[in-house]
């Protein structure tokens, strides 16, 4: 003969544990914390955003160029010219290359996460190159901008990446 399903016994949340069916049941408490306790859940991907609309990736590269050491840059009708203040951690390392050269008509100054502004000069060679190649005369250095700017703008808008801490400071 058929039985149709029985139901587990109603649980009484003032009993722990109790005995039911041979299975202790045991009740947990959980508080819970305010909002800001949680401000790790919305920073693990830059295409979270937070409950009051921020974007915490962006926000923590953006303190890291703060966070970085000063840049200085002159320039004239026929020159430019590029300082930057040059911190190391400890007596035990070395001093952070803050200036880089990027072709011979542009240079750069950084602020922020080195890795970050070595990353972007390599690609920012690797671009002035190919276009030096394929078009015989150096890369103007508008288009350079525009291209980079176009490619930090994509790093805020895939999950794969971070947006890059680094701030340049541009000669040409």
Known sequence: ???????????DPTRTPSTTNKQSLYFIEIKFRSPTMFRNQYD?????WSPEGRLLQVEYAMES???GSAC????????????ALKRSV???????????????????????????????????RNECLNYKYVYGTA???GRLM????????RT?????RRPYGVGLLVAS
């Open 1 to 11: 003969r058929h039985r149709p399903p029985t139901r587990p016994p109603a649980v």
């Open 44 to 48: 693990t991907d830059v295409t979270v």
């Open 65 to 67: 160029v703060k966070q």
């Open 72 to 83: 200085i840059a002159l320039r004239s009708s026929t020159h430019a010219v590029i300082g």
């Open 90 to 124: 400890s007596e035990l390392s070395s001093h952070q290359q803050k200036i880089l050269d990027i072709d011979d008509h542009i240079g750069i100054g950084i602020a922020g996460l080195t890795a970050d502004a070595r990353t972007l000069a390599k690609w920012m």
């Open 139 to 141: 890369l103007p250095t």
């Open 146 to 153: 525009t291209d980079l700017a176009d490619r930090h703008q």
């Open 156 to 160: 805020t808008q895939t999950y794969v």
